[in-house]
Each structure stands twice: as C-alpha cells, then as structure tokens.
Nanobody, 117 residues
C-alpha cells in the first residue's frame, strides 16, 4: 500500500518561508494534496493535485503564497510556503484522494508548522 511521510515543518517567523515535503511509496491512482489542522479547529484542505484533470487547486487563503509541486522522479510532492502568517500554524498532512477530503485515501503522520515571532 501507499505510504506517505511528511517533513520540513518547524518554527518560522511571520513573513518567512518554509518548504514541506511528502515522500510517497507504493502506487495510487488518486490525487494527492495537503491538509492542515490547528489545535481545536476543524481540519481543512490546503491544496490538491487532481487525478481527474491534473490541475493543482488551492484554497483562497493560501493563493499567491503557497505553491504545490510534484517531482515524479523523487516520488515527492512539495508545498512551498511563503509570506507565512500566524494563522498558518497547524499540523500539516499530505494525503491521497484529496478531491474527496482524503476520506478514501492514505494519510501521513503530519509535520508541525509554527509561525511565530
């Protein structure tokens, strides 16, 4: 089965940048994307590479700041985050089946991003 491992989280100052990585093993026909969950808040989608059309979709609150990319040779997807804000603080997950909120997909363990001065 597919396994996902996230990395790259850490502490960063507001306005700073950070790149998250998600290394996958195995095979899936499902899309892959990023989600995040802050303590006490509902998990929310961040970005998604659709398996249907191949396009990358972003939530409005990250458009212009976050960029998702894929390196097939390295079996890795990335989330390049810039101009980070305190409200971006959350546990970030990558998951397959992002088109359907990852409900039928595989999830990684998450990597913590903390945006604070």
């Amino acid at each position: 089965q597919v396994q996902l491992v996230e990395s790259g989280g850490g502490l960063v100052q507001p306005g700073g940048s950070l790149r998250l990585s998600c290394v996958s093993s195995g095979f899936t026909l499902l899309g892959i994307g990023w989600f995040r969950q802050a303590p006490g808040k509902e998990r929310e989608g961040v970005s998604c590479i659709s398996s249907n059309d191949g396009n990358t979709y972003y939530k409005d609150y990250v458009k212009g700041r976050f960029t998702m990319s894929r390196d097939n040779a390295k079996n890795t997807v990335y989330l390049q985050m810039s101009n980070l804000k305190p409200e971006d603080t959350a546990l970030y997950y990558c998951a397959t089946d992002c088109e359907h909120l990852g409900r039928q997909g595989v999830w990684g363990q998450g990597t913590l991003v903390t945006v604070s001065s």
